[in-house]
């Protein structure tokens, strides 16, 4: 007997953007409507590959960016054979960032598009991905950044910049992040709900 697949949704964003929140949210919504969905985000902190990346971010160590950039989509390597396993089961993978964070957070620091996409030939590709937009104003007027590396105002902008260059119109959906919690979590959920449909049948698919 076949199982319809789960779909692979993407939640991305600058930092700040509500994503973590709005990610299980969705799964929480999911799972109520009777679904089968998992939380996953990177960097997967828990994997030894994680643990430097961590403590790169924490800064309590330097890598320069080639390597860092190296590091981040190991450690999406790491995990994929796990995430096509539960894909066929048929478990929707609700993801908090992925490959574009990837590719915007070291283009924001000068490292050339093609370069920082290349690592991430033959990851799974996303059915969804749901961009969370914040105007430059509400990203700076959100609550103050911490301490981790990147977390600051200019930087930001960068990234944001960078995240724009990779919109695809044939798998992302800009989201206005600027409404309260529960609204965007159901604007979330109606577009989870038409791709899970959609995609039940077809095959996975390969970045980039
Ligand atoms: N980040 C995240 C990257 O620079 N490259 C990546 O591939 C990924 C997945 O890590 N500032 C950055 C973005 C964030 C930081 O992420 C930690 P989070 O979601 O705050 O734990």
Redesign the pocket.
Known sequence: MSTTRGALIVLEGV?RSG??TQCKNLVEWLSKSGKKAKYI???D?STDCGSL?DKF?TNNQEFNDET??LL??L??WESKSKMEKLLKEGITLVV????Y??????AAKGLSYDWCKNPEVGLLKPDLVLYLTLTCEAMLSRKGF?N????NKEFQKK?RECFEKLYDSSYWQNVDANRSEMDLTQVLAKYADETILSMSNKPLKLLW
């Open positions: 930092d994503k973590t985000n990177f960097p902190r990346i971010l860092i950039h981040f989509s450690n999406r908090d960032r992925y490959s964070s990837g590719v915007a957070y070291s911490g981790e590396r990147y977390e990234v």
